[in-house]
């Protein structure tokens, strides 16, 4: 069960993981021949996947209906949409014109309006963030501030100064404090990647004991 | 407790996990395999889903971790409106401002990587992180040297590079 459960996985976390970064640093024919293999199968096991979620996806759904959970209604839509939509697919393609009428007419309106909503979450967000409640909140008030008057043509009108500042906190401030987070994450995540290759790092895969 | 992804292949992954939680807390009969659940691999599609999610299971708590789009806002704000307290955490930096501005507590970059090892009691992982931080110490150092060395014309690159 240990070797299963727990050696194994980080053998092959191990070997993989060597595999791709040593392709990066070596120029070995064998190496590269490896590491792209290891790459095109991550792409098929992606692949397969979502078969794996479709399939978590009926097996949760069909259940609500079942019990006749509230909004079970939703739930026969959903599944008919997605036998439909996978039938299609198959018998024709993804170039079927049912499908296309499905993506032009379901998919990319669907996907638009909830685009558009972002804009009342946006205000709704930038309500509450600038009521200025405490120090942070007045930090950000400032200089949120100050970078829509860069943005905004009466700024200038206003003051020509205005524009300088709202650039300053994008370029000083911002940029600084981006390149500073981007920076620890990039250490934290080379760190985690190495304690996963040796073996350290077995959270991943459950329980270590 | 609901677990939502927008990758598939994380679904069979997770679902091991937190099964173990479950069964390390004497709670497995608590465990229901139909609480993991994959919405969607697009990002509103993904959003929808948990916004309707949010309002039926009418949650407490949502913690949102991972690499976020345009999407981050509409979860966070939706799980605002259902009452929720929030922890978000992201290793990118494109929607901070937005996580930071809705959500109770946010873990910013590299905290994103920490935050087992700071709940956790093994030596490893908080050896790894003292580290990472000694390692950025060092970088801290490096940067502030090196911007001093070229303010007085010292072009600290020529050295290094001998």
Known sequence: MSLIRRDLPVWIAFLVGVIILADYVFTFPGLQVASTTLTNWAVIVTAFSFGIGALNIIQRQSKIIIRRDKYWIYSVVLIIILFGTLGIGLVGSINHPYYKILFDNVMAPLNVTMSSMLAFFLASAAFRVFRAKNFESILLLIAAVFVMLQNAPIGELIWPGLPVIGDFFVTGFAAGGNRGIQIGAAIASIGFGVRILIGQEKRWFGRTE | ?162
């Open chain 2, 1 to 162: 407790m609901i677990a939502t992804f927008a990758n598939p292949e994380l679904v069979p992954l997770a679902s091991e996990l937190i099964k173990d939680a479950y069964v390390s807390e004497n709670k497995l009969d608590e465990f229901k395999p139909e609480n993991i659940q994959f919405i969607s691999s697009r990002q509103y599609a993904f959003s929808t889903g948990l916004l309707g999610l949010f309002q039926r299971e009418r949650i407490a708590t949502n913690i949102m971790t991972g690499s976020f789009g345009a999407e981050a806002l509409i979860i966070a704000e939706g799980a605002q409106i259902a009452g929720a307290f929030q922890v978000a955490g992201s290793d990118g930096t494109t929607q901070l401002p937005v996580i930071f501005a809705v959500c109770d507590y946010t873990l910013i970059g590299e905290e994103f990587f920490a935050a087992a090892a700071y709940l956790s009691d093994d030596p490893t992982p908080r050896g790894a992180l003292r580290g990472q931080d000694l390692f950025k110490f060092g970088l801290i150092v490096f940067t502030i040297v090196g911007t001093i060395a070229m303010i007085l014309g010292f072009n600290i690159v020529n050295y290094i590079k001998m």
